[in-house]
């Protein structure tokens, strides 16, 4: 959604006799991302969700721009764009170490012996 919202803008500015339909149409598409990254806070960490749907829409965003306008990117662009999507990969993945606490299994304390007898 934010991505359709940032191509409206740029048609706006494109286009100046058409710019307030580009400006009310993309601010239409752009409040409910808003509203879709609200929700995704509410399922993973904010630093996680930034991450996430920031450099996904930055790819996406690029990509479009790209394919659409016929933007020309260098090499140099290019793998700056493959980089952003591998250290969204790292950041998101998470991969727990085993550890003593999450390797053993749980078991709940033995009651005291003076407890039994009493029952």
């Known amino acids: 959604m934010a991505v359709a919202s940032g191509l409206c803008f740029r048609q706006g500015g494109v286009e100046p006799e058409d710019r307030l339909f ?3 149409l993309s601010n239409s598409i752009g409040i409910p991302s808003t509203w879709f990254l ?3 806070y509410s399922v ?3 630093n996680l969700a930034m991450v996430l749907c920031g450099s996904i829409s930055f790819i996406i965003f690029q990509v479009v721009l790209w394919g659409l306008f016929q933007a020309e990117l260098s090499l140099l662009q290019l793998g700056g764009i493959g ?3 591998l250290g969204t990969a790292v950041a998101v993945i998470e991969k727990k170490r085993p ?3 999450n390797t053993q299994p749980q078991t709940l304390p033995e009651a005291d012996s003076s407890e039994r007898t009493a029952q």
């Open 99 to 101: 550890t003593p606490e």
């Open 83 to 85: 980089l952003v999507a």
């Open 22 to 24: 580009w400006f009310i």
């Open 44 to 46: 993973m960490n904010a």
């Open 38 to 40: 609200m929700r995704v």
